[in-house]
């Protein structure tokens, strides 16, 4: 069992940063894949970035060059350095974990966070 506890949301004007961080629990954290996701009002999940074990990275193509995915395996963190964020970025950041491979299907994931606002004001 994993659990996913996700901070550093907040409202930030467009062109500016922000950093999520997904914590998690249990001993087998460095042996999981993680993803982050997005839901904005009335429009479906998306995936955004996901990291493997091992450290490779894949990212939606709307947030290629602008978001970084990394984890440290020894705080069992996740996070999401997100920079020049743009209006279409709001939406409700959500972590999640599966094991295998990265996955940009989020019904393939088995552990989810409760998600964390992110605002951009245009």
């Known amino acids: 069992q994993v659990q996913l506890v996700e901070s550093g949301g907040g409202l930030v004007q467009a062109g500016g940063s922000l950093r999520l961080s997904c914590a998690a629990s249990g001993r087998t954290f460095s042996s999981y894949a993680m993803g982050w996701f997005r839901q904005a009002p009335g429009k479906e999940r998306e995936f955004v970035a996901g990291?493997?074990?091992?450290?490779?990275?894949r990212y939606a193509d709307s947030v290629k060059g602008r978001f970084t995915i990394s984890r440290d395996n020894a705080k069992n963190t996740v996070y999401l350095q997100m920079n020049s964020l743009k209006s279409e970025d709001t939406a409700v950041y959500y972590c999640?974990?599966?094991?295998?491979?990265?996955?940009?299907?989020?019904?393939?994931?088995?552990?989810w966070g409760q998600g964390t606002q992110v605002t951009v004001s245009s």
């Open positions: 990291i493997s074990w091992s450290g490779g990275s």
């Open positions: 999640a974990a599966k094991g295998g491979v990265v996955a940009s299907n989020g019904s393939r994931y088995d552990y």
